[in-house]
């Protein structure tokens, strides 16, 4: 049994902790349409509408005392003192009096981050005696103590020790083969969703699916607990810490959720429906294996829509009905796959839809996919160029290629690009340059205030350095004009107060069909920090309305966080790639090639 979980608090945009029967069912639709399939209350008893609802539509739930002793130094100060033992006895045995006939709750929870002691002991006993058919779990103490069926650390890493001296966090694979250690893992927290987030999600799923006894967690956490104030003109915004005058504040350290509080999906949602997704797929040949996940769920109409695309243009397609008993397999086999009759990317992409609409689906959902990558031998190449040669034009102050009604110009004083014609219409309004910097994002700042700077934040590391002042220094502008192509070839050191933080070396082909390809090589100092960014940067005279691109999409997507983006030509407006974070995030990724 996989536990498919997340953290969820009871919270309202308008109503703050009171919650309403229709954002209650939004909220489980949503979860059941993203492959959850268990909630934490955290860290108390819900609202009781809340348990009713799980039970009619079908969610694992772990019932939480609300009990929590987080500032207590130590930790488990009154925890382990008899004279608290009934303030927490009333806490635990009102709640499993009240929720015990509930299917949806399978786990009771002692409570959170309380530390161990003895008065733990005697309420788990106290469960046990009441009803032994549910397991019980802690974290406090370690998440392994005697007062819990089931390890469930918070946040532990799948490979590396946290050494911790008073409390060790192991890794979760570590965690398995102690001595004498038989129970199951399962993470209290982990995958901490704040802001733009969940990178490197799929290494615990891979995990989860490879050791029998790693079964799955609960996501940090569920949704934003901001709250909507109106600006001078009535626009609405997100408001967290501080936007209150409360002093002192948590800043936005309640914004750690997978939706906004208006129960808009962050980005990274979609990586949690892909890893989580019940139905698993692998390829052989022409023949695709189905396996299902669903301990209960036999396939209940499903299809399996799948297509063969070349650089996202549909080769073939076609579907089948899906006949798979839970924890069984359907084997599928293709007809002959069509051979492409050019080069590219050719994909095979499947997808799992339901026909049907169900309690929490609409008709045509697609719960699982999946997308193999064939023909490794085939490369994506560019159009072919025509046989013009672009036009080499130098002088004093710049080089000048020309090409039909494309036109570039680089500066031989500054070796930047600064302006591209098509026509007669300018492209740019500044030179196109090195970019080491970006306005910083939270993890950039880290624990800094205004009145409480922390040295160690990457920001204050990067104004130490001079990253935002560092200037360039020209090393090396030349062109050459080569059988197919122009190539301009330039070099910078990028310097502050006479110390070179980065080298960039770059390269710009522009080729008989108009294209222009830039390569960029950036050498960092050892002595200077990594730079918080290596990229180009210009502002274009003109704002293009729609994007295209063949890559990874249509989601933003980066290197630890694209399991759940599918390879395909995608045109969007510009509008639908811009995520507005509620606090300082990146947002607008895409690997693949812009066109």
Not at 565 to 570: E, G, S, V
Not at 573 to 595: E, F, H, I, Q
Request: charged residues 20%.
């Amino acid at each position: 049994m996989l536990i498919r979980g997340v953290n969820r608090h009871e919270h309202h945009p308008l109503h703050g902790q009171v919650m309403d029967e229709q954002t209650m069912v939004q909220d489980i639709l949503l979860m059941k349409q993203n492959n959850f399939n268990a909630v934490r209350c955290s860290h108390y008893p819900n609202h009781p509408l809340w348990y009713t609802l799980c039970d009619r539509y079908g969610l694992y739930v772990v019932d939480e005392a609300n009990i929590e002793t987080h500032g207590m130094v130590p930790m488990n100060r009154l925890t382990d003192d008899p004279r608290w033992l009934p303030a927490m006895s009333e806490r635990v045995t009102r709640m499993v009096q009240r929720d015990r006939n509930h299917p949806s709750v399978i786990i009771w929870s002692l409570g959170n981050e309380s530390g161990h002691g003895a008065n733990h002991d005697a309420l788990y006993r106290w469960i046990k005696s009441v009803d032994p058919s549910r397991p019980v779990q802690y974290e406090g103490g370690g998440a392994d103590t005697s007062a819990t069926d089931i390890i469930c650390p918070m946040y532990a890493r799948v490979d590396e020790d946290q050494p911790f001296p008073a409390v060790p966090k192991w890794s979760i694979k570590k965690w398995l083969s102690l001595p004498g250690e038989l129970r199951p893992l399962i993470l209290c927290e982990y995958a901490h969703a704040m802001g733009n987030s969940l990178g490197g999600f799929a290494k615990y799923w891979q995990a989860f699916r490879q050791y029998p006894r790693l079964q799955g967690g609960f996501v940090w956490d569920w949704v934003d607990q901001s709250l909507i104030k109106y600006d001078e003109n009535g626009n609405p915004w997100s408001a967290y810490g501080g936007d209150f005058g409360d002093t002192p504040n948590d800043r936005q350290f309640c914004m750690n959720g997978l939706v906004f509080a208006d129960r808009t999906p962050h980005p990274a949602l979609t990586e949690a429906k892909h890893q989580q997704q019940f139905f698993q797929f692998r390829l052989s040949g022409r023949t695709i294996e189905v396996t299902s996940e669903y301990l209960f769920r036999h396939s209940d109409n499903e299809l399996l829509h799948w297509t063969v695309a070349l650089d996202g243009k549909p080769l073939a397609s076609g579907e089948v009905p899906l006949d798979v008993a839970p924890q069984g397999k359907q084997v599928i086999e293709l007809p002959v796959l069509p051979q492409p009759e050019s080069t590219g990317q050719l994909w095979l992409t499947v997808h799992v839809v339901q026909p049907n609409a169900t309690a929490w689906s609409e008709a045509g959902h697609i719960s699982a996919w999946h997308q193999w990558r064939l023909a490794e031998n085939l490369s994506v190449t560019l159009p072919a160029a025509s046989h013009s040669i672009p036009h080499l034009t130098t002088s004093e102050m710049d080089f000048c290629i020309e090409l039909g009604n494309k036109r570039w110009q680089f500066n031989r004083q500054s070796g930047f690009l600064s302006q591209m014609w098509i026509g007669d219409e300018k492209q740019l309004l500044t030179p196109l340059r090195d970019q080491f910097t970006r306005a910083p994002l939270d993890n950039d700042i880290g624990v800094s205030e205004a009145t409480r700077i922390d040295p160690n934040a990457w920001v204050e590391r990067w104004k130490a350095a001079g990253h935002y002042q560092a200037e360039a220094a020209l090393l090396q502008c030349t062109a050459d004009t080569l059988a197919d192509a122009v190539l301009i070839t330039t070099a910078h050191a990028w310097q502050h107060q006479g110390k070179t933080l980065f080298i960039s070396r770059k390269t710009y082909r522009i080729d008989g069909s108009g294209q222009m390809a830039i390569t960029v090589d950036v050498e960092v100092a050892s002595d200077t920090p990594h730079p918080a960014r290596i990229g180009l940067t210009c502002q274009l005279a003109q704002v293009a309305e729609r994007v295209n691109w063949l890559g990874l999409g249509p989601q933003e997507n980066y290197p630890d966080r694209l399991t759940a983006a599918c390879f395909d030509r995608w045109d969007l407006p510009l509008s639908d790639m811009y995520t507005r974070t509620s606090s300082r995030a990146k947002t607008v990724c895409a690997a693949g090639r812009a066109n």
